[in-house]
């Protein structure tokens, strides 16, 4: 059973900067793509970006382009989202996600149980 634990996540204000962190752990998820979900407060779970196992395949939403980055260590089992010029609306519950079945985008298999980021203005 494999559990995905997250942290990184805190209060920082508008411009700010904040690095997430997820830790893979019970077994490796080789050939598993990794992603990240947010969940704003009354708002449905949305994807954020994810990357496939070599590293060389990665999405993001369009929002956060330019500004986040997606990236992993698999000997760790680890994976990050360094997310830069933070704004308020990325406020929210962030959920890392595994899949290996090609849709961590949409309907990740996995799911941790969450870090709140919280950019004040």
């Known amino acids: 059973q494999v559990q995905l634990v997250e942290s990184g996540g805190g209060l920082v204000q508008a411009g700010g900067s904040l690095r997430l962190s997820c830790v893979a752990s019970?077994?490796?998820?080789?050939?598993?793509?990794m992603g990240w979900f947010r969940q704003a407060p009354g708002k449905e779970r949305e994807f954020v970006a994810s990357?496939?196992?070599?590293?060389?395949?990665?999405m993001y939403r369009n929002s956060v382009k330019g500004r986040f980055t997606i990236s992993r260590e698999n000997e760790k089992n680890t994976l990050y989202l360094q997310m830069n010029s933070l704004k308020p609306e990325d406020t929210g519950v962030y959920y890392c996600?595994?899949?290996?079945?090609?849709?961590?985008?949409?309907?990740?298999?996995?799911w941790g149980v969450g870090t709140q980021v919280t950019v004040s203005e």
């Open positions: 996600t595994a899949d290996g079945r090609g849709q961590i985008a949409t309907t990740p298999r996995l």
């Open positions: 019970g077994r490796t998820l080789r050939s598993s793509s």
């Open positions: 990357i496939n196992w070599g590293g060389d395949h990665i």
